[in-house]
């Protein structure tokens, strides 16, 4: 087998924060092979490096699929190779395009994100199926599907009691995003203009909730700016219902349309 290094994304605690498996040197392995890796891994995501040089083709896989983009486990890789090679930046080639992320001397990533977009969200079924209702919404956050390299399902609540009370029919969520090509549920509490709480249902990746989701995070970030609700940073609380809390940290630069999403990484001991 590969050597799996373990971090968590999103946090110092390696109690805390998103696990993701990472193989630096995954070149010789065929997409089988990285589909049992991850599955025996378990996490919602490992990240495998195919080749080196300025720019190192990235794939994410999930326990049950490949994932054309995945945040908190680019962080994980990004520290990873800043631990052995130095901190700087790294350009890493993803299925859904190039992604730069700048490590710094504290080990703290930065990425960013492909160019996103926002459009319309079909809810469907989906209330029926977190088992919510439409007074569970925020008004003021409308339902919009956001992308920045993965697509994702946002949806307001109103009540961080809302949030906290997370029973869904796995099953049924499962179909539902398959059917829209959706990688997660990004379920928000607005605290106030600056701070939010997040939580991301995963099952098309055989997972019941993401602890911290970079991608959904910089999607969130198009979100908001779609809605007019764009603020310069913008802090994700994440995981504190799983007892894994993650801080995650988005940017939004009004020179440039891509998303900016920040946290550390530390290593999970063997």
């Known amino acids: 087998m590969a050597d799996v290094l373990r971090y968590a994304a999103f946090t110092t605690d390696p109690a805390g924060g998103n696990p993701a498996g990472v193989v630096l040197d995954a070149g010789g392995l065929d997409d089988d092979t990285m589909q049992a890796i991850a599955a025996e891994v378990g996490y919602s995501e490992t990240a495998f490096v195919t080749g080196e040089g300025a720019v190192r083709p990235v794939r994410y896989f999930s326990p049950k699929a490949e994932v ?37 001397e504290e080990l703290r990533a930065t990425l960013t994100s492909v160019e996103p977009h926002v459009e319309a969200a079909d809810l469907a079924d989906v209330l029926d199926i977190l088992r919510w209702s439409p007074d569970d919404l925020d008004p003021e956050l409308p339902p919009r599907v956001g992308y920045a390299g993965a697509r994702h399902l946002v949806l307001g609540t109103a009540t961080r009691q809302r949030l906290a009370d997370l029973d869904y029919d796995f099953d049924r969520l499962l179909a539902y995003m398959l059917e829209r090509d959706l990688t997660t549920l990004q379920l928000v509490w607005r605290e106030s203009p600056t701070v939010y709480h997040v939580r991301d249902p995963f099952p098309v990746g055989g997972v019941v909730e993401d602890p911290a989701t970079g991608a959904a995070a910089a999607a969130f970030g198009a979100y908001l700016r779609e809605l007019g609700l764009a603020q310069p940073t913008i802090t994700l609380h994440q995981g504190h219902d799983l007892g894994r809390p993650s801080l995650i940290t988005v940017e939004l630069r009004p020179d440039d349309p891509r998303i900016r999403v920040s946290g550390h990484a530390v290593p999970i001991a063997s």
Request: hydrophobic content about 50%; proline content about 8%; glycine content about 10%.
């Open 68 to 104: 054309p983009f995945c945040g908190h486990a680019t962080v994980a890789t990004a520290v990873a190779l800043a631990e052995r090679i130095g901190p700087g930046e790294i350009v890493f080639d993803t299925k859904a395009g190039r992604v730069p992320v700048v490590v710094d």
